[in-house]
C-alpha cells in the first residue's frame, strides 16, 4: 500500500527567518512531510509598476536561503520558491503544482501587517479549502543559519 507524504505550504517574505516560524514548521514537519516555502516578491507600488521586480526578488530569494538553510539544518524536507508578489496568488499557484494539505502562513502582528489587514488568512482558507495555521513572527532572534 502507498502511503503518500503530508505535504506543507508555508506562506511568508519578510518573517522567513523568524525562529516562531521555524520552530513551527520543524515541528508540523516532524514524521517526514515535505515543505514548499513560497515567498512573493513584495516591491514598493513605483518598482511595480516601472516593473522594476529585481531588488524584490534579490530581497525574497536571500531570505529564501537562509530560512531553507535552517529547515536543511533541522533534518526537514524544503524546497522553495520566488511567487508573485500578491500573497494570496502567489499561495494559489502554489498550490496549483504543491498539493499541500495544511498551509502555514507566517506575519508580523497584526497592527504591522498589510497581510493581515487584506485578510489575507481567511481569503487564502476559504479559497483554497485547505486548513490554514497563522504563525505570528514578532521581534525575535533570528534562526541560526
Known amino acids: 500500500m502507498f502511503t503518500r507524504t503530508r505535504s506543507i505550504l508555508v ?5 522567513l527567518e523568524g525562529a516562531r516560524l521555524h520552530e513551527t514548521v520543524t515541528t508540523s514537519a516532524l514524521g517526514g512531510a515535505h515543505v514548499l516555502v513560497v515567498a512573493p ?4 507600488r513605483l518598482r ?17 536561503r537562509v ?20 500573497p494570496l496568488q ?3 499557484d ?11 502562513v507566517a506575519t508580523y502582528p497584526e497592527e504591522q501587517s498589510n497581510w493581515l489587514a487584506r485578510g489575507l488568512v ?3 482558507c476559504e ?19
Open 11 to 15: 506562506l511568508a517574505n519578510e518573517t
Open 41 to 44: 516578491a513584495l516591491n514598493g
Open 48 to 64: 511595480h509598476w516601472l516593473s522594476d521586480s529585481d531588488g524584490a526578488r534579490a530581497r525574497a530569494e536571500e531570505r529564501l
Open 67 to 86: 530560512c531553507l538553510d535552517g529547515f536543511a539544518a533541522a533534518g526537514v524536507d524544503a524546497e522553495g520558491m520566488i511567487a508573485d508578489a500578491d
Open 90 to 92: 502567489a499561495a494559489l
Open 94 to 104: 502554489a498550490l496549483a503544482v504543491f498539493d499541500a494539505d495544511e498551509i502555514v
Open 122 to 124: 481567511d481569503r487564502l
Open 127 to 145: 479559497r483554497s479549502g485547505r486548513p490554514v495555521l497563522h504563525v505570528v513572527v514578532g521581534p525575535e532572534a533570528a534562526i541560526a543559519a
